[in-house]
């Protein structure tokens, strides 16, 4: 199974600022995700990062608020832009594996804004 | 649209019991279903995956079912510990996309 990090591991955040989350794998895979999970709900996906082109979002989310790199087939970054109190949330990014498709989840980010 | 539902949201049980969480999924067309353990502010574990083809896998003292013509899917957890509290989550793929949608989530508490 694949070791997933994330940093920073929580923040607090003013209202308009931008946060940016990493995302590290220990090895190399194609495809990584990005999901929310807000307050008590469960988790939503926000886009597949897809290195060398442009990231998927689904529907609901866009690319300016949620900007998302892809350097290599081991790191990707999501920033969560011009912040408001709705965008707290846990943000966690997870790697599909094998011809199973099995997915294995950073530890999250958590994210509170003021 | 892919809906997926998990009954009950929240169960408590006293340690030692055996139990059962249940996953239901609209669509039939799934990949493979997934179950994910997560405790409070942490990210997901993953405990169990059955692809489309499979019946059932098991790990320890969990089993879980696939029933994919009638929607749904079971986790049996045996002889419960308190370490066993924690979100209970499933979630399917449907076709090959990877793409992972969400059950609602089951909340256990055992009781020591």
């Known amino acids: 199974s694949a070791v997933i990090s994330q940093k920073p591991s929580r923040d607090i955040c003013q209202r308009g600022t931008s946060l940016t989350i990493q995302c590290q794998v220990d090895?190399?895979?194609?495809?990584m995700f990005w999901y929310r999970q807000q307050p008590g709900q469960s988790l939503t996906l926000i886009a597949t990062?897809?290195?060398?082109?442009?990231?998927?979002?689904e529907s609901g989310f866009v690319i300016d608020k949620f900007p998302i790199s892809r350097p290599n087939l081991t790191f990707s970054t999501l920033t969560v832009s011009n912040l408001s109190p709705e965008d707290s949330s846990i943000y966690l990014c997870?790697?599909?594996?094998?011809?199973?498709?099995?997915?294995?989840f950073g530890p999250g980010t958590r994210l509170t804004v003021t | 649209k892919q809906e997926v539902t998990q009954i009950p949201a929240a169960l408590s049980v006293p340690e030692g019991e055996n139990l059962v969480l249940n996953c239901s999924f609209t669509d039939s067309a799934i990949y493979n279903l997934q179950w994910f353990r997560q405790d409070p502010g942490k990210g997901l574990t993953s405990l169990l995956l059955i692809q489309s083809s499979q019946r059932e896998q098991t790990s320890g003292r969990l089993n879980a079912s696939l029933d994919k013509s009638s929607g749904r899917s079971t986790l049996y957890i045996a002889a419960s510990q308190p370490g066993d509290s924690a979100t209970y989550l499933c979630a399917v793929v449907g076709g090959a996309t990877n793409k992972l949608i969400f059950g609602t989530g089951t909340l256990l508490a055992v009781q020591p």
């Open positions: 997870s790697v599909g594996q094998g011809t199973t498709y099995e997915q294995y």
């Open positions: 990062a897809n290195q060398g082109s442009e990231a998927t979002y």
């Open positions: 090895s190399q895979v194609t495809m």
